[in-house]
């Protein structure tokens, strides 16, 4: 470009060379030599550097589908093939935990319930992640 001045070389990545002009502010050029130099190390060590946001989807479309004097049974939409859920009930009147439970398919029954409040959790598990829990309340009466 004429009048800005000489051309400051900078690092190749993949065969193409960056250049920067000296009408560029310097702190600008250091972050920018930074980052190429450390997207060009990481590609020499076979990592990627690229921050690609993976998420396990939540839940959906959580439906009651039935109810006993002692059981509910809940459905929900598919989050994606493969999958699997884990679900769990807390009741309000002790604390009482249920524990774990793991399943394939996007229906629960949660039976053996004594009367009382309970709220009831559903996650999905995509392999190492997990996404949000999803709580839903309801109660079997006395």
């Not at 993976?54 to 059981?71: F, I």
């Not at 929900?76 to 774990?100: C, I, N």
């Not at 439970?101 to 309970?118: E, K, V």
Request: one cysteine or more; glycine letters at 8%; aromatic letters at 16%.
């Amino acid at each position: 470009m004429p009048g800005a001045g000489p051309a400051i070389p900078c690092l190749a990545a993949e065969g193409i060379a960056f250049t920067f002009l000296n009408t560029i502010p310097t702190m600008f050029k250091l972050l920018v030599l930074i980052s190429l130099f450390q997207l060009q190390v990481n590609h020499f060590q076979g990592t990627e550097t690229t921050q690609i946001a993976l998420s396990c989807p939540a839940v959906s479309n959580l439906q009651k589908t039935g109810q006993t004097s002692d059981s509910f049974t809940f459905s929900w939409s598919v989050a994606s093939p493969g999958v699997q859920y884990k679900v769990w009930y807390v009741r309000a009147e002790d604390g009482a935990f249920s524990g774990y439970f793991y399943t394939n398919n996007p229906a629960y029954c949660f039976s053996g319930l004594s009367a009382g409040h309970y709220t009831f959790y559903f996650q999905v598990l995509c392999g190492s992640e997990s996404s949000e829990y999803i709580g839903i309340e309801d109660c079997i009466p006395a």
